[in-house]
């Protein structure tokens, strides 16, 4: 039951549902390797031992003992199994009912109401339990990962079922009833073994993940044909109306509405359920749903026995299910069965409808097998459930009853009560056998209005699936088509709706698809730079640890189709061999030049950051605005809630974001700090990753690196302290040579010292220069103008860095606009005392002139790379 909603509802990873299951040992000796997923079938000891620790003795044991030995090992083997199964009684309680109402509900609608199908709903019934039987021995003994697998009949195949119905009978004549329900019987089971070797194939041949990328918005809108169909069908089955005599016309409406007998009988069916989705959006509990319809039946004979009501009146009424539903066995629908009386013309006119319910069986396991997964944290194989589902189907075609399904929600219900073992699976078989071999009987006494409350809840939901809850998560596009899918099955029928959601994909995937490739650049993070001067060690230091940083530029619009190369390229980087060689600490996701983002695609995402998190991998996404389509799309995911993803407007913020990680990340492991770091850009106060640097291959990476580069930066001995600006020369040049106090001290007479407060302009593109700055403390902005349509550029410059030097040697104008972003304490070396410095201390003067050249030009090259990777 409602296991088509997962289809629609976004799905967060949940560790309720796997409270009661025991995972697997880590098997994982790195601090880098923690899995997704965890495992939660269960994983039982056995003894082979009586728990004795002397020896046993060698020789020939008698009969007595030999007996004994087997049953005291047959006692403790049963253990296990005897606690399993006591502890899940619970849930086994639990998916009975919910067996019940599903059967109850779904099972008497299989068959169209009306004509030579009339008073066919105990063996509707009948047939649902047998594949809800057959579906759960199959899943609970190994066939599914899931150890407390759900299976029951699909119950979107009603409307199908009824157009094959209806079009055999049509085909054939009424007058020919037996050859009519022939026909339909095989037909029915021709479906369960078509879709199961569908199944079979599509998990065999490993094609399961192509179906999950099916467009999302085109299933959606079947869905909610399917609601609408359950929304009608649960007005006829109230009010007793033929599905043939119903129609969107004035005259169904007169029946319906202006008629007080039919509306007093489908009117509190539907209270009934409007008033269960009041209560279960303000009380959620697993347990409400049971209850409700528990309840129902309860009142209903309370205020039947206090009336002193005739249940033959109430049935006559329509109140009570007719007599003539419930008569036959349990196994009264193997008599249908005549091969003899076959009509094969008939049969094979239904088959396009056949191909369509195919078509709509077969995107449910790819889409609800990753949904359960991850509601119950759980690494499942989507091919292994395909496989599964095969199996299920293929054997109920041959005992003739009807398809089945892994069903999300009565799975998730199952294991939140402690069904998450294969005892507990097969405890839910036993008992819906039971229920199987009581009969039809009981169905005579159920109250119409439960059973069209149910269908009236199913259908209500569906509808607000397709409808409300895709409203802003889907394009405007999207949802025109989901409604258009709607109305083509409600006005026309359901193979006309399917047929037209396929048109409208192929439409989509033709004009998307011929967009360009989504990867523009893939490189590795040491060929690419932020526009901040750092001092010479910290930029040796990121050049050597940046190989950790990963970057991929998309472009074009993003969807079903594009998006599968993206998520493959991703999956690349991760795999074991590319891992072993260069393990990446950061993915960054630059978006700047896609244009939208599809909801297949957002949700492709969101697989990516899971596979990410597994790895410790942090997803930095850059390049767009979060109220842009692109923001909105990836947004209505629920990607920017998840853990290990970072936002940047800007690919250059989310490259010096990085860089700052590493850098902050190399001075928290060391106990002291030879001179106090300043980080420009956001600030954050913790770093996105953690562990041991002794088992973290990449930590000990930045450990080594930050060893080889910054550690050499070293500042005056302390028993030789030293006055600024020579901590600052030393932080800026000791890179490139060495940096003596006794060579340099003549040169601090000629820099002044400034305290520049937040804001102040140093000095403004295009004027003469004045000196160059040597950078203590604070932080400086350049911003180079560009003529139009060129976007400005940022330059950031942090203390141990040198502005304007440049501009100062070659006396031409300044080439960008300096501003104070930090308050800042800077050493000014004006052009005058430049050309005192050349004329008293020439040797000197050379020296430092050719040191400022270095830096120079090494910022010059950081500067250019950055301009050549910002796009």
């Not at 008569?327 to 069965?337: A, G, N, S």
């Not at 006055?723 to 106090?741: G, H, K, M, W």
């Amino acid at each position: 039951m409602w296991g088509s909603l997962s289809v629609v509802r976004e799905q967060s990873v949940t560790s309720e549902g796997a409270s009661h299951a025991r995972e697997e040992p880590d098997r994982e000796t790195s601090d880098e390797n923690v899995p997704l997923l965890s495992d939660l079938e269960a994983n039982h000891q056995t003894y082979h031992t009586n728990g004795d620790s002397r020896p046993e003795a060698v020789g020939k044991r008698s009969a007595r003992g030999a007996v004994k030995d087997f049953t005291v090992r047959i006692a403790r083997e049963s253990a296990p199994v005897a606690k399993d199964a006591l502890r899940s009684i619970p849930a086994a309680i639990l998916g009975t009912l919910l067996n019940i109402l599903d059967g109850v509900s779904y099972g008497m609608i299989i068959f169209p109401a009306t004509g030579v199908f009339e008073h066919l709903g105990g063996v509707g019934v009948s047939m649902f339990f047998v594949s809800a039987i057959v579906s759960q021995l199959i899943y609970s003994a190994g066939a599914s990962g899931f150890a407390g697998a759900n299976g029951s009949m699909m119950i979107e195949v009603v409307p199908f079922f009824h157009l094959i119905a209806n079009g055999i009978a049509e085909e054939i004549g009424e007058e020919n009833p037996r050859a009519v329900m022939a026909t339909t019987m095989v037909a029915f089971a021709f479906s369960s073994i078509l879709t199961g070797l569908t199944f079979f194939l599509l998990g065999a041949l490993r094609l399961g993940t192509l179906i999950g990328f099916f467009p999302r918005h085109i299933l959606v809108g079947c869905i909610g044909g399917v609601g609408v169909f359950l929304v009608i069908t649960g007005l006829t089955v109230s009010t007793r109306m033929s599905d043939d005599d119903f129609s969107l016309s004035l005259e169904t409406f007169k029946y319906l509405v202006l008629n007080v007998g039919n509306l007093v009988l489908w009117l509190p069916a539907f209270g009934l359920a409007v008033l269960l989705r009041f209560i279960t959006h303000k009380w959620d509990h697993q347990l409400i749903f049971p209850i409700y319809f528990c309840i129902i039946p309860a009142v209903f004979y309370i205020v039947v026995a206090a009336a002193r009501i005739n249940l033959g009146d109430l049935r006559e009424a329509g109140w009570l299910f007719d007599n003539g539903t419930s008569r036959e066995p349990w196994w009264y629908f193997y008599t249908l069965f005549d091969f003899g009386a076959m009509n094969w013309g008939a049969f094979w006119s239904v088959m396009p409808t056949q191909l369509a319910l195919l078509f709509f069986n077969i995107l449910h396991p790819p889409l609800n097998v990753p949904a359960l997964a991850v509601s119950l944290n759980h690494d499942a194989n989507t091919d292994k459930e395909l496989v599964a589902h095969g199996y299920s189907n293929l054997l109920a075609g041959l005992i003739g009853t009807v398809p089945n399904y892994l069903v999300y929600v009565n799975t998730l219900l199952f294991y939140r009560v402690g069904g998450d073992t294969r005892v507990s699976g097969f405890m839910l078989a036993g008992a819906t056998t039971l229920l199987l071999l009581v009969g039809t009987g009981p169905i005579a006494f159920i109250p119409v209005m439960v059973v069209g409350a149910l269908i009236f809840v199913l259908g209500i939901d569906l509808v607000k699936e397709a409808l409300w809850d895709t409203r802003h998560r889907v394009s405007r596009m999207e949802y025109i088509t989901i409604i258009s899918i709607m109305i083509v099955m409600t006005v026309w029928d359901f193979v006309t709706g399917v047929l037209f959601g396929i048109i409208v994909s192929c439409f989509f995937f033709v004009v998307q698809s011929s967009q360009r490739q989504s990867i523009r650049a893939l490189y590795s993070g040491d060929s690419v730079v932020s526009t901040v001067r750092r001092p010479g060690a910290h930029r040796a230091y990121l050049r050597d640890v940046s190989k950790q940083t990963t970057v991929m530029r998309l472009q074009g619009f993003l969807f079903f189709g594009t998006i599968t190369h993206v998520e493959d390229a991703i999956r690349a980087l991760l795999d074991e061999p590319a891992w072993q060689r260069t393990p990446i600490r950061f993915l960054v996701l630059d978006l700047a030049l896609v244009a939208g983002v599809d909801m297949s695609a957002a949700e492709a995402f969101v697989r990516v950051q899971r596979l990410l998190a597994s790895k410790r991998v942090v997803l930095v996404l850059c390049g767009f605005q979060v109220d842009s389509g692109v923001g909105r799309a990836l947004s209505n995911v629920g990607l920017f809630e998840m853990a290990g993803v970072e936002l940047f407007e800007t690919f250059s913020g989310a490259i010096e974001w990085t860089e700052n990680t590493y850098l902050r990340a190399w001075f928290t492991t060391q106990k002291t700090e030879v001179l106090p770091v300043t980080l420009p850009g956001r600030q954050d106060d913790a770093i996105p990753f953690y562990g041991s640097v002794i088992d973290s291959p990449r930590r000990a990476a930045l450990v080594g690196a930050g060893w080889r580069t910054i550690a050499r930066d070293h500042s005056p001995p302390d028993d030789l302290p030293a006055p600024e600006p020579f901590n600052t020369l030393v932080r800026a040049f000791s890179p490139y040579e060495q940096i003596d106090q006794e060579t340099f001290a003549p040169l601090i007479p000629y820099l002044k010292r400034m305290s520049v407060p937040e804001s102040t302009v140093i000095w403004e593109q295009d004027q003469p220069p004045d000196g160059l700055y040597i950078v203590e403390s604070g932080i400086l902005r350049a911003t180079y103008n560009f003529a139009d349509p060129t976007p400005p550029m940022i330059e950031t410059m942090v203390p141990g860095t040198i502005a304007g030097e440049l501009s100062t040697l070659s006396g031409l104008e300044r080439n960008a606009t300096c501003v104070v972003e930090r308050s800042a304490v800077l050493w000014k070396l004006s052009n005058e005392n430049l050309a005192r410095l050349e004329q008293e201390q020439p040797e000197l003067a050379r020296v430092f002139t050719r040191l400022i050249l270095k830096v120079a030009k090494l910022d010059y090259d950081m500067l250019i790379t950055a301009l050549a990777t910002r796009q």
